[in-house]
């Protein structure tokens, strides 16, 4: 499949007014406080996308646009300390997190399976969620993801994340080529200042990250990974997975932005995967990595 071939399947407003009337703003009470998030399409199939730790919920925008047209249901929470949701108590860890935003799911998808789709921090959280829930979680999506604490200063991995997301958000709308200038184009509505609560509790969740998964973790999981990502090592990351029997990792030129650059082949990906349980096509600039 061309970029060209992705970029025809896309509306000419990626994000028109009449999809951002479809899209539900709702609260769900968790035992930890009330948690964010928008909803659109009453598809069978559901999606619930978790954002990282620089990324905010309605970045989500054009998942939504894409998605929702195509039978999905779509979901994209605020985790807890960003937007709307709540804030979190002194000492709050990614343990805490995983426990709330389990609750959460419990709430909005009851006994329908999902899949997960976990970008950076958020990939390691829909690991362990789908760890703790394997009845509610049927695939796993997960984009760059952080799934070991970040070694050395977190400043410093955080200045390297912004710059490398601002080069990738850049180059990303300015690349031209077959349907690569639409998909550089939509890349503008992405990028945005996450709105915490408070850094310091921020620090502790990524401080405290730790993912499980063993041999027995059998959901079908697809991995994609940005080969100059600054903060998120491919090696490290990989080295790790090699403990899920079931996965599929994807190599694309980039940084942890590595989306920004290749928006539309990502969400065919996307859909291509949840509905085969695998990818079916050859997407332009995919390399997979044998582990």
Same mark, same amino acid.
């Given at each position: 499949m061309t970029r060209k071939q992705i970029?025809?399947? !896309?509306p000419r407003r990626f994000f028109s007014d009449r999809m951002r009337a479809m899209v539900e703003e709702k609260f769900v009470e968790t035992?930890? %406080?009330?948690i964010y998030h928008q909803e659109a399409g009453k598809g069978g199939s559901a999606l619930i996308f978790l954002h =990282?730790?620089? #990324? @905010?919920?309605? %970045?989500?925008?054009?998942?939504m646009s894409y998605l929702v047209p195509r039978g999905f249901r779509v979901l994209s929470p605020s985790l807890p300390g960003y937007g709307p949701s709540f804030t979190p108590r002194e000492g709050f860890t990614f343990a805490d997190t995983v426990c709330s935003m389990?609750?959460? +799911?419990? *709430? $909005? $998808? =009851?006994g329908q399976r999902v899949t997960l789709v976990g970008q950076s921090m958020g990939g390691a959280l829909a690991l362990e969620i789908a760890r703790k829930r394997a009845d509610?979680?049927? *695939? @796993? @999506? +997960?984009? !760059?993801p952080l799934l070991t604490p970040i070694e050395g200063s977190i400043f410093l991995a955080a200045v390297r994340l912004m710059g490398g997301l601002s080069k990738d958000y850049v180059l990303g709308f300015l690349s031209t080529g077959n349907g690569h200038k639409k998909e550089g184009r939509v890349a503008k509505n992405e990028l945005r200042w996450p709105h915490y609560h408070s850094y310091k509790r921020l620090l502790n969740v990524v401080k405290t990250i730790e993912v499980s998964v063993g041999m027995d973790f059998v959901n079908p999981t697809l991995v994609f990974f940005g080969e100059n990502d600054p $903060?998120? *090592? !491919?090696?490290?990351? /990989?080295a790790f997975l090699k403990n899920i029997p079931n996965v599929d990792v994807r190599l694309f030129? =980039?940084? #942890? =932005?590595?989306?920004?650059?290749?928006?539309? /082949?990502?969400?065919?990906m996307i859909e291509d995967f949840c509905l085969n349980g695998k990818l079916t096509e050859n997407y332009p600039g995919s390399k997979r990595i044998s582990l």
């Open positions: 970029a025809s399947r !896309v035992n930890f %406080g009330r =990282g730790g620089f #990324h @905010i919920s309605n %970045g989500f925008a054009p998942e389990g609750e959460y +799911l419990d *709430k $909005v $998808v =009851g509610q979680v049927d *695939k @796993i @999506i +997960l984009d !760059v $903060v998120v *090592k !491919v090696e490290k990351q /990989t030129s =980039g940084g #942890h =932005g590595w989306f920004y650059r290749w928006r539309l /082949t990502r969400l065919a």
